[in-house]
């Protein structure tokens, strides 16, 4: 059987607007067998909840909205928006949405208020590629009025639902160049300031990612200029040093700023290298040009800070105490090779040695021609040793003092050696003599 009414149709009833919630039945004749229930939205019960309206009338009149700014309508000429409300002749101004003229100029026309139906508004998934370009324009018109309120907030959501409207745009849709360097150009500006608007807000990685995006954008239209979507680009007004030099700037700025703001000091100052070779010699860039050098000196003072901070804990963990240093090599001409302390005393005390050891044989044969005195066979005890606190000068050496005797048998090494030497071979002439004997 027949419904009354669709589901969710709008009606005007005796008690106000309502909105089907069941169809109801009739007969083909036209005879309701079963009511229609419609919730009447424009009063509430004590509880909050709107009344249901039971009704078997099958001609209440679809409730239709008044034409009002920015409504939808269906003209003699297709689909389009109210721009104006009709004046005193009875005419409405409407844009119309579903063509447009060359060069993707807009169809303004003037109709009576009778000849408009009133449409709803589409759904996302219902617009078609142009819709979404228009309604992301509408977005950023809507940011920019919020930019100056100082809402940077509702500004930077704005941005991204315009973005999001032009990302979801299918390109097989835009037969004309003109649609496509339409849908170029706001997506630049979208991600532009987008990361602006990120920066102010220290989203830094959002800024990044936006000017990151921006800036392949226009490097993609830069490497085709010359071709069809640059031709329309420039036909909009948008100039090649707007284009490859101003926008291209700011995302390099804004991308190198939050680099900075992150701690990569390092790519920001490669970024803010690149960003000047697009500014210099632009008089409107300016400003940005100024900011550029400014970043740049900022980048190398935090990374020689940092250099030097690291040479700094790197010295300490592995350079070894001062003393150390300049006992092995810091001063005196001293080299340390193998573990071994050279020196010029060193040597010295070297040939000083050689030659006492020559005068203690010369004299230890001439002692060995003459007649030795016997040998005790029992000789008296040596003195005990006195207690090992008083031979360190009761125990209270520093480290100083113990690092300067090392240092002396470092530098006459070679002269004790000798010595000693000395000391052996004298003994062994003062055995070999006693056995002869």
Not at 253 to 281: H, P, Q, V, W
Not at 284 to 301: H, P
Request: net charge positive; with cysteine; proline share 4%.
């Amino acid at each position: 059987m027949p419904s009354l009414y669709q589901i969710h149709t709008k009606l005007q009833t005796p008690y106000g607007s309502g909105v089907v919630t069941d169809v109801g039945a009739q007969t083909p004749n036209g005879e309701a067998v079963a009511p229609a229930r419609v919730k009447l939205v424009d009063w509430r019960l004590a509880d909050g909840n709107s009344p249901t309206l039971y009704t078997h009338d099958c001609d209440l009149k679809e409730f239709i909205p008044p034409i009002t700014v920015n409504c939808d309508v269906m003209t003699p000429y297709g689909r389009g928006r109210v721009l104006e409300v009709s004046d005193g002749r009875g005419q409405t101004k409407v844009v119309l949405t579903e063509w447009r003229l060359a060069y993707g100029s807009r169809v303004n026309c003037f109709v009576d208020k009778s000849d408009l139906t009133y449409l709803p508004k589409k759904k996302f998934n219902e617009t078609n590629s142009l819709e979404k370009i228009e309604a992301a324009n509408e977005k950023r018109e809507m940011a920019k009025r919020a930019l100056a309120n100082n809402d940077l907030a509702a500004a930077d959501s704005l941005y991204t639902q315009a973005s999001f409207f032009l990302q979801n745009t299918d390109n097989s849709e835009l037969t004309d160049n003109h649609d496509r360097a339409a849908m170029i150009e706001s997506m630049i500006a979208c991600k532009n300031n987008n990361a602006m608007t990120s920066l102010k807000l220290k989203r830094y990685k959002e800024a990044v990612q936006h000017a990151t995006e921006a800036l392949m954008l226009l490097d993609a239209v830069y490497k085709q200029r010359g071709l069809k979507i640059h031709k329309y680009l420039n036909r909009m007004g948008l100039s090649d040093t707007k284009l490859f030099n101003e926008w291209r700037a700011k995302s390099i700025s804004y991308s190198s700023k939050a680099n900075a703001m992150l701690g990569e000091y390092a790519l920001a100052l490669d970024l803010a290298k690149r960003g000047i070779m697009l500014t210099a010699g632009v008089e409107s860039l300016a400003v940005i040009d100024k900011n550029f050098k400014k970043l740049m000196v900022d980048c190398k003072q935090r990374i020689e800070r940092a250099q030097k901070k690291e040479k700094k804990a790197a010295k300490a963990m592995f350079g070894g105490s001062p003393k150390k240093n300049k006992k092995n090599g810091g001063d005196g001409g001293k080299k340390e090779m193998g573990g071994v302390v050279a020196s010029k005393d060193g040597e010295k005390a070297g040939k000083a040695g050689k030659g006492a050891l020559d005068d203690l044989l010369a004299k230890a044969e001439m002692a060995a021609a003459q007649p030795q005195p016997k040998v005790l066979v029992n000789p008296p005890p040596l003195p005990e040793e006195e207690d090992d606190k008083e031979q360190s000068g009761g125990g209270n050496d520093t480290g100083e003092e113990a690092e300067e005797e090392e240092g002396l048998w470092e530098q006459h090494q070679e002269a004790i050696i000798l010595a000693g030497i000395t000391a052996v071979a004298v003994g062994a002439v003062y055995m070999f003599t006693n056995r002869r004997r």
